[in-house]
C-alpha cells in the first residue's frame, strides 16, 4: 500500500465506526467489543449500552483505554478466546481490525458463541489480497484515500492518534476464506468488500 505523507494521514478504523452503529439497536443491555485498543469505539458504544466489555490483548492498549475511561466500560487485558465473559450473552459483539490477530474459526465460533439469540455480531476487518480483483480496487481506493486525507487536513482532522504502540499485524486469510468460514460458522452472515482494505461482516444470531 502507498504510504501517504504524514500531514494526509487519516483514520480508516474511525470511518466505519458508523457503518457499525447503525448494524446495533439504539439502546442495548450488554456489549462487547473485541479488540478495543485506546477505546474510541467502546467509550461511543458506552453512550448506547448499559454495559461494555472492552477487550485488548496488549496492556499497553488496555492502560490507555482506561485513561479515559466511562464509567459503564470494563476494560479487560487478555485474548477473547480465553477470557470467561458473560455466560449469558452480549446483545451485540463488535470487532474493527481486530480478528485477523487470531485463528479465523475459533474466533468466529468464539465470538457467536458469546451473543444471545437475537444479538448482532458486526465485524470490521482485513483480509489478504489475492485475487486481480483486489488489486485492481486499489486503483480507487488509493486515490480516494488521498483525496479524504487532504480533506480532512484541509478541516483540521487528519491524523491517527490511536495508532502509536497499536499492535500490527498482516492478515493471512483472503477474502474468500473469509467467507467460506462464516458461511459454516455464521449461516445467513453478511461479507461485503469495502474501500480502504476493509471488509464488513454482520450476522444476526436467530438462536436456531
Not at 485488548?56 to 492498549?61: A, F, K, L, Q, T
Not at 480507487?140 to 487528519?158: E, I
Request: aromatic share 6%; charged share 20%; glycine share 8%.
Amino acid at each position: 500500500m502507498i504510504q501517504l505523507p504524514k500531514a494526509l494521514l487519516w483514520d480508516h478504523n474511525a470511518h466505519y465506526h458508523s457503518w457499525l452503529l447503525r448494524q446495533l439497536p439504539p439502546r442495548s443491555a450488554r456489549v462487547l467489543d473485541v479488540g478495543c485498543g485506546t477505546g474510541a469505539f467502546a467509550r461511543e458504544l458506552a453512550e448506547r449500552a448499559e454495559h461494555v466489555d472492552a477487550v485488548d490483548v496488549s496492556p499497553e492498549m488496555i492502560e490507555r483505554a482506561s485513561g479515559a475511561s466511562a464509567r459503564n466500560v470494563s476494560w479487560l487485558c487478555g485474548d477473547v478466546l480465553d477470557l470467561s465473559l458473560d455466560s449469558s450473552g452480549y446483545d451485540a459483539v463488535t470487532a474493527i481490525s481486530s480478528l485477523h490477530h487470531m485463528p479465523l474459526r475459533p474466533a468466529l465460533t468464539r465470538l457467536a458463541d458469546l451473543l444471545r439469540p437475537g444479538g448482532t455480531l458486526a465485524v470490521v476487518g482485513h483480509y489478504r489480497k489475492q485475487t486481480p480483483t483486489d488489486f485492481a480496487l486499489d486503483a480507487v481506493t488509493l486515490p480516494a484515500n488521498a483525496a479524504v486525507g487532504a480533506y480532512k487536513a484541509a478541516r483540521g482532522r487528519a491524523g491517527k492518534p490511536h495508532d502509536e504502540g497499536m499492535p500490527v499485524k498482516d492478515p493471512a486469510n483472503t477474502l474468500l476464506e473469509i467467507r467460506t468460514a462464516a458461511a459454516e460458522i455464521l449461516p445467513g452472515a453478511v461479507v461485503q468488500r469495502r474501500l480502504f482494505w476493509r471488509y464488513t461482516l454482520l450476522w444476526r444470531n436467530t438462536g436456531r
